[in-house]
């Protein structure tokens, strides 16, 4: 029987992580027997076939995941709008037996794509007529099967979360802003940034809130008459509050109320006519498209070209996006999401902001709000009295991100009326009394760095420093606590609560946010200064690679995570690595033994690089050293073996886009249950996590239902299932049958 043959074309603007996906399609085909093509040029290659229309091998994707744009080429094809296109296009796959095809681009490539499959028929039997293709060749292909994923850095589909890009384009922006912001404080000066987004703010109002930048717009949220006024008086305050610096975020579709263009010259002039100063322009243009792809922009894109692939082999002949909701994987209904998409430029263009907003889904309304309070030069609502007084403390290993959520309870506690104290050096700090006021201003610098300007310690104190611990915070007359930390500052949180039956003093609220590169927290998928780290680890992974290309050479790379395995496992399917060994999973002698002979056996073929990752806490015995030992002795002088620990590095550096985010989302959830908590005179012990994409508040005294306290893990670990499609993706020898991933559902648009 004839294998099955699928198609994989990039058309449209290119995005960093198509390569991803391009590689994750042709190897999932490769891994079930159906045989991959590649359509170079985009819908050109597919009208003028040819080599343009290549079979590709395991071996033409190597190498390609660290790398921006797309190997197979993109471009936009006039002929392929004309019915003459689509049928030499028809023509072209018929000829070969492909009759199932993966289509990467944007709205409109899918649109172009979704045609094609529903003029199929009628342009098959106008070949037969012409002589150009026979009847067997027609009945053997009826349909075309297709499936799609979005590669756009707007994120600017409706139904799914991210696009394939947004994530690293956010990083360029980002980037840029963290840059430009010290030269604009050196100089006392304004700077306007303009990114892309012709229809869809989500770039510019993200990376407004990321970079901690002063003003924002967005298409979806034109400003109201007279905004000329308002940003000049925003700006005005902040520099008489002491800011040095102005940073404001234009993205290239904002418009006003009116329908007329907000552009950067626009918004300068405005500036130097009601301020007098000269500010700066700068338009980041296509470096937002270039570079490498980030981590998240290598592992999702993995796993939707794995799905994408499966869905065509199984396919019903309906045409689906896959993409991703709620941290899952969900069938999109090709053309009614597009159509949600379009409908968002009609909403705007009909003054109906609110829905245009709410088609971008809660969190994004969420975070205009947010912004709206957070880039306040001064507090947006005054109180006469403070309605309490709430401490913040950093509990646990440091995770970048930490200052962001600090900074984010700051200046949403002031909001809602409180008055907000640090505790310097974690808990032990509560014991000693170092006590710290923090007002608007103290927090201004700390959304885009790293470390914990507060401190940060492992250690609770024992229980007869509690009766200390209950002193101070009597004495300072504190109302509420907020832990932000990881599993310590949970466990410290319940014996707190524990407490209460000695020490009356601990009769309050207190609420933990999960900031810990391990991920190892309850009903949290993703936490503070996870992301990070797992760039941090590609980004090293990346280098290693390199300096391995000139020689044969096996590397065993060890990342943290304690029991957790995550880092580990997203690190190996983000860098292609061809093995991995998680602490859930443990390492057996046998193993080890296969994977040896794997591996020498890889390099008798001409293998020149094999990367190996390793969890620190993957076995007691089996270590990083004497896994390098085993392997250098093994392969008997046929390739080299050098070992490489990551350490503390993943702690490290400013939190990525993602983490700033995730922290400013969940400090808002935290802020928001202790000022309900404080209302109500309720003493509530509660954690915030984020499961399937929603903050929800759960209380710590149930912790145990969904955490393990034997592992230190929580009891349900969404990625683990993902070890398999690493596998797939980067061995061609690995022979365990794919396996469908869940999909989320087929029904959301």
């Not at 409706?158 to 394939?164: E, H, N």
């Not at 999401?337 to 709410?358: C, F, L, M, N, W």
């Not at 909001?415 to 201003?441: F, N």
């Not at 090293?540 to 990342?559: D, G, P, W, Y």
Request: glycine content about 10%.
């Amino acid at each position: 029987m004839e294998p099955v043959k699928i198609a994989v074309l990039t058309s449209g603007g290119d995005a960093q992580g198509m390569n991803a996906i391009v590689r994750s399609v042709i190897r999932t085909a490769l891994h079930v027997g159906a045989k991959p093509f590649a359509v170079r040029e985009g819908w050109k290659g597919a009208v003028e076939g040819g080599d343009l229309i290549q079979e590709m091998s395991w071996s033409d994707v190597s190498d390609i995941l660290h790398r921006g744009g797309t190997i197979i080429g993109t471009a936009r094809s006039d002929r392929f709008r004309e019915r003459e296109g689509m049928r030499d296009a028809v023509k072209n796959f018929v000829t070969r037996g492909i009759d199932r095809l993966v289509s990467i681009g944007g709205d409109g490539t899918q649109t172009g794509t979704n045609e094609l499959r529903e003029e199929w028929s009628s342009l098959l039997e106008e070949l037969v007529d012409r002589g150009e293709i026979t009847r067997e060749q027609a009945d053997a292909h009826p349909k075309l099967y297709i499936a799609g994923v979005v590669g756009s850095i707007d994120n600017d589909l409706v139904g799914t979360d991210m696009t394939v890009g947004a994530d690293s384009a956010l990083h360029r922006i980002i980037d840029a802003i963290d840059a430009i912001s010290s030269t604009a404080e050196s100089h006392r000066r304004s700077f306007i940034i303009e990114v892309m987004g012709r229809h869809c703010g989500y770039l510019a109002l993200m990376s407004a809130i990321a970079g901690g930048c002063d003003y924002v717009f967005v298409p979806e949220h034109p400003p109201a008459d007279g905004w000329e006024d308002d940003m000049s008086r925003v700006l005005k305050e902040g520099r008489d509050a002491g800011r040095r610096d102005s940073i404001i975020i234009v993205a290239e579709g904002a418009m006003d109320r009116h329908g007329e263009k907000i552009t950067s010259e626009r918004v300068k002039n405005a500036l130097e006519e009601r301020l007098g100063e000269a500010a700066r322009v700068t338009m980041l243009g296509h470096v937002q498209r270039g570079g490498m792809p980030s981590a998240y922009d290598r592992w999702m894109p993995t796993l939707l070209g794995y799905t994408a692939t499966l869905e065509l082999i199984n396919s019903d002949g309906d045409a689906y996006i896959i993409g991703t909701r709620r941290n899952r994987l969900v069938k999109l209904p090709l053309m009614k999401a597009v159509q949600d998409t379009r409908a968002v430029k009609t909403y705007t263009a009909e003054g109906d902001y609110e829905a245009a907003i709410g088609a971008r889904g809660a969190s994004y309304g969420e975070m205009v709000k947010t912004f709206d309070v957070l880039s306040a030069p001064v507090p947006p609502n005054g109180h006469a009295k403070p309605k309490g007084r709430i401490a913040l403390v950093h509990v646990g290993g440091l995770a970048p991100g930490m200052n962001t959520a600090a900074r984010t309870a700051v200046r949403l506690g002031i909001d809602r009326g409180y008055e907000m104290v640090g505790i310097k050096d974690g808990l032990p700090g509560l014991v000693d009394g170092k006590l710290v006021p923090l007002s608007w201003w103290d927090v201004e610098s700390w959304s885009s760095t790293g470390g914990a300007a507060l401190g940060t310690r492992r250690r609770i104190p024992s229980i007869d420093e509690f009766y200390a611990m209950g002193r101070t915070i009597e004495d300072a007359k504190i109302d509420g606590i907020m832990i932000i930390g990881g599993l310590n500052g949970f466990e410290a949180a319940l014996k707190m609560k524990e407490e209460r039956q000695r020490f009356s003093a601990f009769k309050i609220p207190i609420i933990c946010v999960p900031a810990s590169i391990d991920n190892n927290l309850p009903l949290t998928e993703l936490s503070i200064g996870t992301d990070t780290a797992l760039n941090t680890n590609v980004r090293v992974l990346n280098q290693i690679k390199q300096s391995a290309s000139a020689s044969r050479r096996c590397f065993v790379t060890e990342t943290m995570g304690r029991n957790s395995g995550y880092l580990a496992l997203m690190s190996a399917i983000a860098s292609g690595a061809e093995q991995v060994y998680l602490a859930e999973t443990g390492i057996t002698l046998a193993q080890l033994a296969d994977d040896t002979a794997k591996m020498v056996e890889a390099f008798e073929r001409g293998r020149s690089l094999y990367l190996v990752v390793r969890n620190e806490y993957a076995s007691e015995h089996y270590t990083t050293d004497f896994l390098t030992r085993v392997f250098e002795e093994e392969g008997a002088g046929l390739f080299d073996v050098r070992q490489s620990v990551i350490g503390h590095q993943q702690q490290g550096g400013n939190p990525s886009p993602f983490d700033r985010l995730l922290a400013v989302r969940l400090v808002n959830k935290a802020i928001s249950a202790l000022d309900g908590y404080l209302s109500e005179g309720k003493d509530d012990c509660t954690y915030v996590g984020m499961t399937e994409g929603e903050i929800k508040v759960h209380r710590l005294s149930h912790m145990e239902e969904h955490w393990d306290p034997e592992t230190r893990l929580p009891r349900d670990q969404w990625w683990l299932g993902l070890k398999d499609v690493a596998y797939i993706v980067s061995d061609p020898n690995f022979d365990k049958p794919a396996q469908v991933l869940p999909i989320l559902s087929t029904n959301i648009g």
